[in-house]
Every structure is written in C-alpha cells, then in structure tokens.
C-alpha cells in the first residue's frame, strides 16, 4: 500500500513540476501516474548500471556527474512515455533535482512503518 502512495505523491509531483518548469510537459493524471512507475522502473534497472559505466568520470567529478545521471533517466522516461516530454538535458536536470526535492518532502509526510 506504501509504494502505491509513493507513486501516486511522484505523480502529483510530476504534474507540478509540469506546470512549474516550462520544459517539461505532461499530459494528464495518467500520463503522470505512468511516468511515476517509469521514473522507479528506470531508478531501479538501468541508474546502477549507468552508475557502475560511469564511475570513473563519477570518481573524478566528486559524484556531480551523478545529477547528469538522473538527467538521462528523467530523458529516458520521456522517451518512453508517450504523453511526457523534457525539451533538454537542462531541463531533466532541473526536473530531477525538483522532483527528488519534492519526493523528500511528500515522503517524510507519510506515517512511519510499524
């Protein structure tokens, strides 16, 4: 039950965000919600592999390259995601640094595991 309340917070935020940057467009609730699990899908599968290819470039620019790394996986949902477009890289960056933001946020509202 948690984990549909997260996605579902990911999405309200998405849509935010959506109206906030104008980068960035989604075009619904459910292009949101479908984002959301793309977002966590990607997170889960393809950051650690992106993470291990890039670790020398990781090591050297002291973990920064890390947010170009959230950047591309923001792209790639976009790609994805038919009703969800990121015009740059800038703007994905700006997105994913928002939206991790608005996740701590959201995430530290709900009730604590028992």
């Known amino acids: 039950m948690k984990l549909i309340i997260k996605l579902l917070l990911t999405a309200l935020a998405v849509v ?20 959301a699990i793309v977002i966590a899908l990607l997170r889960l599968f393809v950051k650690p592999i992106l993470v ?6 990781t090591i050297v620019t002291f973990g920064l390259f890390l947010l ?22 800038w703007w994905a960056l700006l997105f994913s640094l928002l939206l991790s933001l608005f996740q701590s946020v959201l995430f530290s509202l709900l009730p604590e595991d028992k």
């Open 68 to 89: 170009i790394i959230n950047a591309i996986i923001i792209l790639l949902a976009g790609y994805f995601v038919g009703g969800f477009t990121v015009t740059t890289i």
């Open 52 to 57: 291990i290819l890039t670790l020398p470039i």
């Open 16 to 35: 935010v965000l959506a109206k906030i940057l104008p980068g960035v467009h989604v075009e619904g609730y459910g292009s949101a919600i479908i984002v």
